[in-house]
């Protein structure tokens, strides 16, 4: 069979002490050699692009998704080629109810408030939905606008945190301290304790457990303090026997001597169920609930108090929670807050008639209301990739035993009815591997995983997924940065693939990026060569999906207290009026792995491993390639080369069971660098002074390629 090649080349500089691209720097131009492991011709994967090369959208500030979504945005999106959309879902990190349907019944008609479930019919075409804030919330942070608070130290005797009801073992068949809820109030610093009050709510805690922490156990990231409440080191139990005694709804501990804390952790063992005066939901007496804490010390009759009281995360204690109830008011909206609606992502050309992979609350949601969301897109007739249940839980305390248990619960619901529905999740934050002591057993991804299987419940998981934001630093040149994060994603991937989960299983990037940060090597070159290289070493590494994020057009903006760095996840820079000013480099970078490298869209293409000569002193490679074998028995291959003064003159080899064999180069050339694109900075107003699409030219038998330093070059022999 006579083979042809197709090479997507990304090529970085190496001098590393500087983050710019100096135009009028000195670059040399050294040999370089990829050699192709064909061997017997067996692929490391293989992906079919129109159902794994996607993009994700989120929900945003109110009146922005009308800026950012236009008609005419929209039509600038589609041109990036990018085939299917990832529906991200804000109301699951702002802890909020997520009315996905305007138009719906709460379990309490009569007074508008409960348990919500939308209407699987709409009179209308949902445009816009949103997320209601949650009364009986109990932590004090969360990882979305932060404009709430816990109601476990407000101050106020009628408010009441609750656990989720779905825990009860009345939903779960299993007693409570299976399931065990918790709470932990942070003392801002070590005191001295030797008393505990508790003002109930109802349901009550018939049996608790309680311990303590000290000043290591938690940190603080951009003003919010950290707790990892899993990590069992930390915590040590306080000495006291506890039997449960409940008088005027307070109950009043005290401990046999004086301890040092600073987090004081209370776990709920058994409910009492019971519910307040004039309840008629059974989720009401389901969980536990707590109207105020006090820690303090208790000398000489009289009682310091250490909580904090407010009604403002600023003002008050931090409190973290196990799990919240779902319980809201439809006076609880939070109108700043809009997610685009269903019809919308479908019907404005968004999802352009492909499959889109949704996400529904599951944290901060009922399974109900899940079930309905997946009727109302039946109903509809609209194409789904898949549902993802929850998103990133790893952030929100929940443990990932209760995790897997809501999972199952919303999960059996919608299989009985809908079988064929592809279910997954949950988006997490991250993999973090680096460190845990033992990933296998340690880690958020491995609990889940193992949970579910110890329930039987392992057909109800389809795929995984986790986003992935590799480059935080924001103060540290880039380059290097770069580099690294190949050897992070190989390892973190080789240790998910065949060690926590089974070597074949669906593995998903819903969110791919440079950083989670908005920061200016984003809008460089940095981005958009992460952006090729992350993408072509994940279906490598034997990734299922992708979705790359910024796709909606943005501004700039400096997320560093540290040193001045502007810059967004964005494709392209939005004027003062909302119209499209800009491509950044993300755009072409994108456009060409998607028009360019990875087809046809809609064809089975196998890849395989490749390495390169041309490493650094670490051993990271500066060139690294990623080969696809198309059907009609044409190649695609993506290079990676990070050296920031030197280009290359490469030559491609195959390797196969004769031996290793040069390949002649007669091919279609599309190639993007800094001739195409280089970036102006200045603060917000910062802009690309030249933006334009890769250049195309042609090679003929050629037996090297020439590769502009920090670039991306297509090659399609034929």
Known sequence: MKIFFCFLITCFLSNFSSCLI???????????????????????????????????????????????????????????????????????????????????????????????????????????????????????????????????????????????????????????SIHPQWIAVDLGKEKLINQIVIHWAAPYATDIRLEYANDSAVSDFNGVTILDPYKESIWKPLPIVYRYLIKGGKSVIHLPKIIHARVVRIDFLKSSHTALPGSKDRRDSCG?????????????????????????????????????????????????????????????????????????????????????????????????????LGEEPDGQYISPQ???ELYLQ???????????????????????????????????????????KKRNGLSFFQFMSFEWYPLDDICAPAPPQVIAQRATLTTDIKLLLGNILPANFPLYITESGYSVLGIEPEVKMDGAVLNADVTGQFFALGGSKIFMYGVEPGYLMNESDDCKSYGNLEYFGLNDEGKIKFRTGLYYSSWLCAQKWAQPADKNLEIFNAYSNVKDVDGNEYLSAYPLLLPDGKWSVMLVNKNPNTSYNVSVEIQNQKGIHP??????????????????????????????????????????????????TVLCQN
């Open 288 to 388: 536990f609930a707590i109207r105020e804490i006090e820690v303090g010390i208790l000398k000489n009759g009289l009682f310091k108090n250490y909580v904090i009281k407010g009604k403002t995360n600023k003002t008050q204690s931090t409190v973290f929670v196990s799990t919240t109830d779902l319980w809201h008011r439809s006076t609880d909206k939070d109108v700043n807050t809009e997610q685009p609606g269903i019809d919308f992502i479908y019907k404005s050309g968004l999802a352009r008639k492909n499959p889109a992979l949704l996400a529904a609350g599951l944290v901060y949601d009922i399974p109900e209301n899940t079930l309905a969301l997946v009727k109302y897109l039946h109903r509809k007739h609209y194409p789904i990739l898949g549902l993802e």
């Open 22 to 176: 100096a135009q009028t720097s000195i670059v040399k131009t050294l040999p370089a050699e990829v050699i192709i492991d064909y061997g017997e011709g067996k692929p490391a994967n293989s992906f079919i692009p129109n159902q794994s090369l996607g993009f994700g959208i989120d929900g945003h500030e109110k009146g922005d998704n009308a800026t950012m979504l236009s008609a005419a945005n929209i039509i600038a999106v589609q041109t990036i080629g990018l085939h299917n959309l990832s529906y991200r879902l804000r109301t699951e990190l702002g802890m909020e109810a997520w009315h996905w349907n305007p138009e719906g019944h709460w379990s309490d008609e009569k007074d508008h408030q409960g348990y919500w479930v939308s209407d699987t019919n709409s009179t209308k075409p949902i445009e816009l939905s949103w997320g209601y804030f949650l009364p009986r919330r109990g932590n004090t942070f969360d990882q979305a606008e932060n404009n709430s608070y816990s109601r476990i130290d407000d101050g106020e005797e009628k408010t009441f945190w609750k656990s989720n009801p779905y825990l009860d073992a009345y939903f779960t068949g299993v007693p409570d």
């Open 410 to 452: 919303s999960a059996k619901k919608i299989k009985q009815e809908f079988p064929h529905m592809t279910l997954g999740g949950p988006s997490f934050q991250g993999l973090d591997f680096e460190y845990l002591d033992d990933p296998k057993v340690d880690s958020w991804q491995a609990k889940l995983y193992n949970q579910l």
């Open 663 to 712: 390949l002649l180069l007669n091919a279609e050339v599309y190639q993007f660098s800094d001739k195409q694109y280089q970036w102006k900075a200045d603060d917000e107003n910062g802009y690309p002074r030249k933006s334009e699409m890769p250049e195309s030219f042609i090679l003929k038998g050629a037996q090297t390629v020439s590769l502009p330093a920090y670039s991306i």
């Open 402 to 404: 209760d995790f897997a």
